[in-house]
């Protein structure tokens, strides 16, 4: 085990009651730990509500719930995961790693940063809060006129709103909050391009949060006032237009999916050169091709309005095909950097390596959907569901979980244990293909997305038991890592401050960090500070002779 | 193990160079509030384009007293600019004497938009055209009122005896806060009153 370089002299604090703090903290580090913590309950929530959808679409004309039960299902399962878990799932690791990695003290506006996190609890209230009043919102995540309007939807969808609102303004406050910390408090010597990349995608990811989701905060405003005080916003008998919606919340939906996935890239950036003992292959190129996908993502949105007919489907089309391209550089980039590695599969590892599997899938299976012609024959069936589930699940949940299993010892001073990490990863890979990959065969065969029932003439049971069966998989692959995670922390902490050998500043401070991260830090003159310090600046060339100084400290 | 850089505490990294921390939040801040409005400003752009005859007939607004109130608003970013030089000079009562005129403008001009409001053939739900002026004018509004109360609360700061010509970064961000709001303003002026 590689030994403390630099560890804080005095740690020295004052007591309260262990409630209060956590209820009152502006330390970083135990918000980003209360972000982790509420983002896995409502996985739990949201993942339980697919299996009921799973289980109702097992076989045909099983209906275990009613139609508008299956509808109410379908939505609170969208917007929950990506509202409720992923997003906050990556800014709970920004919370913690950001900071960390940079060598501030603490985020640039602390109880902001408390504020962002509380609103989301109380957001996810709200929105479940519909089951109490007549049902909950029932108009898909993605909520479309005129569906959503009064006419056609009771209060759970006031209510959806609201949530959003809350969530929305969380997002835009945590953004500016990492945007700023960024820009004013890193380390000296921490020059932006000395910083991790996993800092680099959270910057990305924060300017596309700051510019995008404010439009959609003024879409739903204008939901809101069309259901309740009589606007005409969306009513074409008014003069509205209902493709208004879909402009408003694609223009923020789609940068939302890049916001999804960069900072699992970001984990993933981190991950790998650790355990291939390589540093990252092409830092400059990956910086850029995520500057590219931040800006490009501005310019897709209507590529999920192809069969509208109001847009201009050359340039969209030309668009979505380009961004691909910056997506397959950082593959390359994880590739090399892979490439002659020392490579080691600990859990994290595994769940990096997962993600690029997965993660390949679901890209290539969305860039098919650019072409227009392709689009129109496979919009709104499976494939969209297995393209979306392979991206958001295979993807950034497994960049979710590979950061937790390398960042969980230096929240809490103590290693995951490997054997059930294991098998948590396999069941959940397993799974994964299971459930989402016949998804694409159902596309095919032209099977419509959110649907509660469909005909046994259709041939489409066996692919469904199928999948059905995977999810169950799925949920089976959590178990494991909550009993990891509830062993662990009952065990001894004896990760030490730096077990992966790692190459940031976070693995230069005590395991868990004290209050205000640093007493000292390391010269920076790369964006592998830790490692300069520990072999030299100028070892990076020298890989055989660092893989040789890794053997005599690696445990 | 060879050198070592110690660790800065927050407040001197905020102080290293350039812009301050709270500032950079600001600016940020504005930059998503710009986003919001470019929402409102898409939606309205894109409904009149499909539109031939704008606004559609029986909407009739106040030109004259849209006028008046753009004038108030206007002058209200300089009084406010007036306020910044003064507690950069460290004069702060003149800085306090600037802020309560602003405040006093800003109030004025809601008071005008309420009257706007209240005078008005129409309402939120007589077609789209007045869904979209009450929403524009309505949150720009609820944004004057926020700059209302953020320049109160820097009121009252400097009347306990608050800044001075080092400290006095709250001025500052009010004060780009308020010129964002007149700007917008600016921006609605023309659009609704002006272009039609």
Do not use: C
Not at chain 1, 365 to 376: E, T
Not at chain 1, 409 to 418: D, I, N, S, V, Y
Request: hydrophobic share 50%; glycine share 10%.
């Amino acid at each position: 085990m590689a030994t403390t370089v630099l560890a804080p002299g005095s740690t020295r604090t004052y007591r309260r009651s262990a409630l209060y703090e956590w209820l009152t903290t502006t330390d970083h580090k135990k918000i980003g730990i209360l972000y982790l913590t509420n983002s896995f309950l409502f996985f739990l929530l949201a993942g339980s509500l697919a299996l009921v959808i799973r289980t109702n679409l097992a076989l045909p004309e099983l209906r275990l719930v009613d139609a508008t039960t299956y509808n109410q299902l379908f939505t609170m399962h969208g917007t929950t995961m990506i509202f409720l878990v992923l997003m906050p799932f990556l800014a709970g690791l920004g919370n913690y790693a950001v900071p960390l990695q940079v060598g501030a003290a603490d985020m640039a506006f602390p109880r902001i940063n408390a504020l962002s996190f509380w609103m989301l609890p109380l957001g996810g209230v709200l929105l479940f809060s519909g089951y109490f009043f007549g049902g909950v919102a029932a108009d898909g995540w993605t909520s479309y006129s005129p569906l959503a309007e009064a006419k056609y939807s009771g209060s759970g969808t006031d209510l959806w709103i609201v949530a959003l609102l809350l969530i929305g303004t969380s997002s835009i406050l945590s953004s500016i909050n990492f945007l700023a910390t960024i820009f004013k408090l890193r380390a000296p010597g921490m020059t932006l391009l000395r910083m991790p990349v996993f800092v680099w995608t959270v910057m990305v990811t924060s300017l596309l949060i700051m510019l995008a989701t404010p439009v959609f905060t003024a879409g739903v405003f204008m939901l809101y006032i069309d259901r309740n005080f009589g606007g005409a916003f969306f009513d074409p008998a008014s003069g509205g237009n209902p493709l208004l919606w879909q402009n408003l919340f694609w223009f923020f939906g789609h940068p939302e999916v890049y916001i999804l996935i960069l900072p699992a890239m970001g984990v993933i950036s981190e991950v790998i050169p650790v355990f291939s003992r390589k540093p990252i292959f092409g830092y400059r190129a990956f910086i850029f091709a995520t500057l590219l996908i931040g800006g490009l993502g501005f310019s897709v949105w209507a590529h999920h309005m192809f069969t509208t007919g109001s847009v201009y489907l050359p340039f969209f089309s030309l668009m979505t095909s380009l961004i691909g391209v910056p997506t397959g550089i950082k593959f390359f980039n994880w590739i090399a950097t892979m490439w002659r590695g020392k490579l080691t599969f600990a859990t994290p590892m595994l769940f990096a390596v997962g993600f690029l599997s997965t993660f390949l899938v679901g890209g290539l299976d969305g860039a098919i959907l650019a072409s227009p012609p392709v689009d129109f024959a496979l919009h709104d069936t499976y494939w969209v569901v297995a393209h979306l589930h392979f991206v958001f699940f295979g993807g950034t949940m497994m960049g979710v979980f590979a950061a937790i299993y390398y960042w969980f010892p230096k929240m809490f001073g103590a290693r995951l244990h490997e054997g059930l990490g294991k098998i948590h990863f396999v069941l959940m890979l397993v799974g994964a293909w299971v459930t989402f990959f016949p998804m694409h065969l159902l596309g095919l065969e032209g099977m419509p997305r959110r649907i509660a029932d469909y005909s046994p003439a259709a041939g489409w049971n066996d692919l469904n038991t199928i999948e059905t069966i995977g999810s169950f998989i799925i949920a089976a692959s959590v178990l494991p890592f909550m009993w990891n995670v509830f062993v662990t922390l009952r065990g001894p902490r004896d990760a030490g401050d730096d077990p992966w050998d790692g190459y940031t500043l976070e693995w230069a401070t005590t395991s868990p960090p004290p209050p205000y991260n640093f007493d000292h830090l390391p010269p920076i003159r790369s964006e592998r500070p830790l490692f300069d310090l520990k072999y030299g600046h100028g070892a990076r060339r020298a890989i055989a002779a660092e893989s040789a100084t890794v053997e005599g400290t690696h445990s | 193990m060879t050198g070592r850089t110690e660790a800065l505490p927050a407040p001197l990294h905020g102080a290293r160079q350039g812009i301050d921390t709270a500032l950079v939040g600001m600016l940020l801040f504005i930059a998503s509030e710009i986003m919001f409005f470019a929402g409102l400003f898409g939606a309205y752009f894109s409904i009149r384009a499909e539109h031939t005859v704008w606004p559609p007939a029986g909407f009739k607004l106040d030109l004259a007293l849209a006028a008046v109130l753009t004038a108030i608003l206007v002058t209200s970013s300089f009084t406010m600019q007036y306020a910044v030089s003064r507690i950069r000079k460290g004069d702060r009562t003149g800085m306090i004497r600037a802020m309560t005129v602003t405040i006093i403008l800003g109030v004025i001009f809601l008071a005008g938009q309420l009257y706007d409001y209240s005078s008005l053939g129409f309402g939120v739900s007589s077609g789209v055209y007045g869904t979209l002026f009450y929403t524009m004018t309505g949150f720009h509004g609820a944004h004057v009122l926020g700059g209302v109360i953020g320049m109160s609360i820097v009121l009252l700061r400097g009347v306990n005896g608050q800044f001075s010509a080092r400290h006095h970064t709250a001025v500052e961000a009010v004060s780009i806060y308020w010129h964002f709001v007149d700007v917008v303003w600016l921006g609605l002026f023309s659009t609704l009153f002006l272009l039609r």
